[in-house]
């Protein structure tokens, strides 16, 4: 299996995608507006990156930038930046999996499992549920 890279730096990843361009490049970012997300997504898709990591904040991610990164064959990933976080949490999870995140960052494994339980149990319907609940180490 490949490794996925993700960093801040965005001369890292570029120089990353130059020398092994087969293993995917996430440009990790802290915004505080949509604005600020656009950018970021602007910037790694002109860059060549494979999609952006941002900080799951229900304020900033929404279904445009994630359809607009999709639609561009990239991928968005979220995080939360502590244990236990105050955006690590059901109303989070609920708005990024509405929003059609493809990854999020969790510090909170067993909660996650219960959660995506009782979805399942609500009949939810979850694209590519495996890969989106899974929490990153």
Request: glycine letters at 6%; hydrophobic letters at 40%; proline letters at 4%.
């Amino acid at each position: 299996s490949q490794l996925t890279w993700i960093s801040f730096s965005l001369s890292a990843l570029v120089d990353i995608k130059r020398r092994l361009p087969d293993h995917k490049a996430y440009l990790i970012a802290y915004v505080s507006t949509p604005e600020e997300a656009f950018a970021v997504a602007r910037l790694a898709v002109d860059s060549g990156m494979d999609g952006i990591d941002l900080n799951a904040d229900n304020s900033v991610v929404n279904t445009e930038l994630v359809e607009w990164l999709h639609a561009r064959g990239k991928e968005i990933a979220v995080w939360v930046w502590k244990a236990p976080g105050s955006n690590d949490k059901e109303s989070v999870w609920e708005h990024m999996e509405q929003c059609g995140v493809d990854f999020f960052t969790s510090n909170l494994p067993p909660a996650l499992v219960g959660w995506r339980a009782r979805h399942a149990q609500h009949g939810h319907r979850h694209r590519d549920s495996a890969r989106r609940s899974a929490p990153k180490s």
